[in-house]
């Protein structure tokens, strides 16, 4: 079945550091890709997102590329704030018949800035 | 425009107990999901309801249920409550248009359920 898989974290970086969080997926049909972010006590909130293959998504300074031939979405910024600080998802939704908004996530992974 | 919301946002409840939980979507939206977190398990997709009908339904028993009312807002009911039930629960909304590969879905706070 479809699945997204994250790289395990934490993450700890330093302010104004360079990050970069790996998600890959397995899917059938063309996907689309997201990434949500979750603050301590909160839902998720929509980061970016991609609906075909070499779309890139962009938000806040983060950025993802959905690479179709290496199943990848991985998120990236390039420099990082305290304030990013939180627990970042990665999703997909099947796009094909568009029955359905079921979203699968991947694990999670926290993202630790210090400063 | 308001998001999402969901009622209650904290609740306690004892095994063997019933509870329901409540779910307003974004004004003009359709289509109503609802997932579960835990740490052990992570985001699992309950079930999806549009226009009143369940689109789809995750892998979970009997004891979760939901519905959709005619002005989109859903409640999702869980039955003779275990321990494991004990989660944040958490609702998105989107528009649910068929074929709309770019619907977004926006999520609620959630409902943290504790179960004793």
């Known amino acids: 079945g479809d699945s997204v898989t994250q790289m395990e974290g934490p993450v700890t970086l330093s302010e104004e550091a360079f990050l970069t969080i790996n998600c890959t997926y397995t899917a059938t049909g063309y996907p689309s890709l997201f990434w949500y972010v979750q603050y301590p006590g909160e839902g998720l909130q929509l980061l970016l997102k991609?609906?075909?293959?070499?779309d890139k998504g962009s938000n806040k300074g983060f950025e993802a590329t959905y690479r179709k031939e290496t199943t990848s979405f991985h998120l990236e910024k390039g420099s990082v704030q305290v304030s990013d600080s939180a627990v970042y998802f990665c999703a997909l939704r099947q796009g094909y018949g568009g029955a359905t908004n079921k979203l699968i996530f991947g694990t999670g992974t926290l993202l630790a800035v210090q400063p | 425009k308001a998001g999402v919301t969901q009622t209650p946002r904290y609740l306690i409840k004892t095994r063997g107990q019933q509870v329901t939980l409540s779910c307003s979507p974004i004004s003009g939206h359709r289509s109503v999901s609802w997932y579960q977190q835990t740490p052990g398990q992570g985001l699992q997709f309950l079930f999806e309801?549009?226009?009143?009908?369940?689109?789809n339904k995750g892998n979970f028993p009997g004891r979760f249920s939901g519905r959709q009312f005619s002005n989109s807002r859903s409640e999702m009911n869980v039955s003779t409550l275990e321990l494991g039930d004990s989660a944040l629960y958490l609702c998105?909304?989107?528009?649910?248009?068929?074929?709309?590969?770019?619907?977004?879905?926006?999520f609620g706070p959630g409902t943290r359920l504790t179960v004793l």
């Open positions: 309801y549009f226009s009143e009908t369940q689109r």
């Open positions: 991609a609906t075909k293959a070499d």
């Open positions: 998105a909304s989107s528009s649910g248009l068929a074929g709309a590969s770019t619907d977004t879905q926006y």
